[in-house]
Nanobody, 125 residues
Framework: QVQLVESGGGLVQAGDSLRLSCAASGRTLSRYTMGWFRQAPGKEREFVAA????????YYADSVTGRFTISRDNANNAVNLYMNTPKPEDTAVYYC??????????????????WGQGTQVTVSS
């Protein structure tokens, strides 16, 4: 079992930066593909970014490409999501997730085995 806990959410102004962290316990994350998803009010949960465990390759949704960066922190058994120049449309609850599937372009939430409880990010204009 893997327990995931997100942190770092809050209220941020458009154009500022924010870092979300996902800390794991129970097992090392080094052998899991890690992903971030988000869910805005009234919308379905959507893929944001993923990083593979073997290659370290990353994959992003078009809406965040060039603005967000996902990275592993293996020393602390964590994964981070750096949100640069966030926009009001990035407002959502952000979830991290761990997948046993090998790869870096794992975008379906159904391929993820473990989920955190989510952290709210609100971007004001």
């Amino acid at each position: 079992q893997v327990q995931l806990v997100e942190s770092g959410g809050g209220l941020v102004q458009a154009g500022d930066s924010l870092r979300l962290s996902c800390a794991a316990s129970g097992r090392t994350l080094s052998r899991y593909t890690m992903g971030w998803f988000r869910q805005a009010p009234g919308k379905e949960r959507e893929f944001v970014a993923a990083v593979g465990w073997a290659s370290g390759n990353t994959y992003y949704a078009d809406s965040v490409t060039g603005r967000f960066t996902i990275s592993r922190d293996n020393a602390n058994n964590a994964v981070n999501l750096y949100m640069n120049t966030p926009k009001p449309e990035d407002t959502a609850v952000y979830y991290c997730a761990a997948s046993k599937v090998t790869g870096w372009n794992i975008i379906s939430e159904w391929d993820y085995d473990y989920w955190g409880q989510g952290t709210q990010v609100t971007v004001s204009s």
